[in-house]
């Protein structure tokens, strides 16, 4: 296939529609954009369109980007994603980008499943019992210390008591007691789908770097990880890319 009918394919996967022709007040921007992201990186690196459209969905959730959302909410239920796949995706994103911009897309989210047909709630993934009031620090350490051992509490015993434990203790709570703990999406595709979430957001190269190494240690390749990037590169641009990839050349190099 040549660009124009990888292009037109992937377009019809997704979207159900033909890819972008002469009509409408800027057509020759909806080809570039549609040309590089549908039939260039689309079709460059491992990840499937099921996958793909989990990075585009977290990458436009942490832009604000609703309306972009709002299609790519319905592309991945067109290239194979479950609902519950597609939430988690979503939820995963609060302790990063906060609760607010997640909420937006929550509803932006929900609007694509009831247009669906798909009764909501949706079955609930949360594993916490409540039993205790220990349970979401010891399970989140649970996930975070093999692939983040002890990094963010000692990065942070300088703070003023209480917020030298408080708040590494709440990093672990939070993103990993609260959302890690989840079912749904498995640990590799948690940590892959970090990756570009810190990239698309700009100014964390520490955290993506980090995330790399956690993604890696998760189960993800090299390429894997290069490729989410890179696939993000259409909705979080270019500068982004390169910044990321410069953060992490040193865990994602290969030797001849």
Not at 63 to 78: C, E
Not at 124 to 139: M, N, V
């Amino acid at each position: 296939m040549d660009r124009k009918e990888r292009t037109e394919q992937n377009m019809q996967e997704l979207f159900h529609s033909h890819a972008a022709g002469d009509e409408g007040t800027d057509a020759a921007f909806l080809q570039i954009l549609q040309g590089y992201i549908f039939g260039d990186v689309c079709y460059t690196g491992s990840l499937d369109n099921r996958m793909r459209e989990l990075v585009t969905v977290t990458v436009l959730t942490t832009l604000s980007a609703l309306p972009q959302l709002k299609a790519h909410v319905q592309a991945s239920l067109n290239a194979g994603c479950t609902p519950v796949e597609i939430r988690e995706a979503v939820y995963q994103c609060a302790p990063f980008i906060g609760f607010p911009k997640t909420l937006n897309a929550i509803s932006t989210m929900n609007e694509v499943f009831i247009a669906n047909g798909i009764e909501l709630p949706l079955p609930d993934q949360t594993t916490l019992t409540g039993a205790s009031e220990d349970e979401r620090y010891q399970k989140g350490l649970k996930i975070q210390g093999p692939l983040y051992g002890t990094e963010i509490a000692d990065r942070y015993t300088w703070l003023p008591k209480p917020f030298d434990k408080a708040v590494p203790r709440f990093l672990t709570e939070l993103c990993f007691g609260d959302f890690a703990t989840r079912t749904g999406l498995d640990g590799k595709t948690l940590e892959l789908l970090t990756v570009a979430l810190l990239a698309a957001l700009g100014g964390a190269q520490v955290q993506v770097k980090s995330h790399v190494q956690g993604a890696l240690k998760a189960g993800s390749t090299k390429e894997e990880v290069v490729c989410a990037l890179v696939h993000a590169s259409g909705y979080m641009g270019i500068p982004r890319l390169f910044n990321a990839l410069n953060a992490c050349k040193d865990l994602l190099e290969t030797t001849a």
